[in-house]
């Protein structure tokens, strides 16, 4: 589903304020895949993601999605394989719109598009059944304007409108870090719905060691721009939290961040 391939990626090459990020990420995920990324602050995990939804292009390498090249295709290009939820609850949906025209702008990502403007009852009605598996009484609010949601709310829709489409890959990048934790345990309670009701293939960055492992079949663990730790299936699931603690305390890094969550 995705292969990366000798991925590297510098930032302010040549100055003093050079950063090697990524150095030689070979990655391959198969179709299905729910893999969990764990790392310290600048370990690479968010550039990664970028790469992979086009944000930035490698310096050397290549991405491959589904056997399409995609290592100089452009983000908005790219938008039609992926779905995408972001850190901020804000990002990802239009705040002085409603609910179904949120939606609505989902359900048509990366087709063509008439003037006019109109949502038809069938859609209503699929929108509302989707809703209804947020269990947050949203879909009786169709109407409602997205900005006067709960960050929590605004979060679960935007992973609807993620997945509305069933995307080739569902990218999410610590999509959980700024809500509280009860929220939180939510929005990864309907991620975990949304992404096992599709067979989504799914790449999510975490800070969170407990939630990288309950979580995905497969956990990845990076470190200086290098993936240091792949594991999946079973093995996974044998895994702790201080077996994590204990891996990131032997290569040399051990972020606040991560200790604290």
């Known amino acids: 589903m995705l292969k990366l391939t000798n991925i590297t990626k510098t930032f302010n090459p040549g100055t003093i304020t050079e950063k090697k990020v990524l150095r030689g990420i070979d990655l391959e995920l198969d179709d299905g895949d729910?893999?969990?990324?764990?790392?310290?602050?600048g370990a690479g995990k968010s550039t990664?993601?970028?790469?992979?939804?086009?944000?930035h292009y490698p310096d050397t390498g290549f991405v491959s999605l589904s056997d399409k090249d995609m290592t100089i295709v452009p983000e908005h290009i790219r938008a039609k394989y992926l779905g995408r939820v972001f850190q901020d609850p804000m990002m990802g949906t239009a705040a002085?719109?409603?609910?179904?025209?949120?939606?609505?702008?989902a359900m048509r990502r990366g087709k063509k598009r008439g003037l006019c403007w109109h949502?038809?009852?069938?859609?209503?009605?699929?929108?509302?059944?989707?809703?209804?598996?947020?269990?947050?009484?949203?879909?009786?609010?169709?109407?409602?304007?997205?900005?006067?949601l709960s960050g929590g709310q605004r979060q679960a829709i935007t992973l609807l409108m993620a997945t509305l489409q069933k995307p080739e890959l569902l990218?999410?990048?610590?999509?959980?870090?700024a809500l509280d934790p009860k929220t939180a345990k939510k929005v990864l309670e309907i991620t975990d719905a949304l992404v096992k009701k599709d067979n989504l293939t799914t790449f999510m960055v975490t800070h969170n060691m407990k939630?990288?492992?309950?979580?995905g079949n497969r956990l990845i663990m990076m470190m200086e721009g290098k993936i240091i730790f792949d594991v999946k299936g079973e093995e996974k699931k044998k895994l702790t939290v201080e077996d994590l603690l204990e891996k990131f305390s032997v290569n040399g890094e051990m972020s606040d961040k991560i200790v604290l969550s």
């Open 34 to 41: 729910f893999v969990t990324v764990i790392g310290g602050n």
């Open 211 to 215: 939630d990288a492992l309950l979580y």
């Open 171 to 177: 990218l999410l990048d610590e999509h959980t870090a």
């Open 119 to 148: 949502i038809k009852d069938n859609e209503r009605e699929f929108y509302k059944e989707r809703l209804s598996l947020l269990e947050l009484g949203l879909e009786n609010r169709l109407s409602a304007k997205i900005g006067l």
């Open 48 to 55: 990664l993601l970028n790469i992979i939804a086009g944000v």
């Open 96 to 105: 002085n719109m409603s609910i179904e025209e949120n939606l609505a702008m």
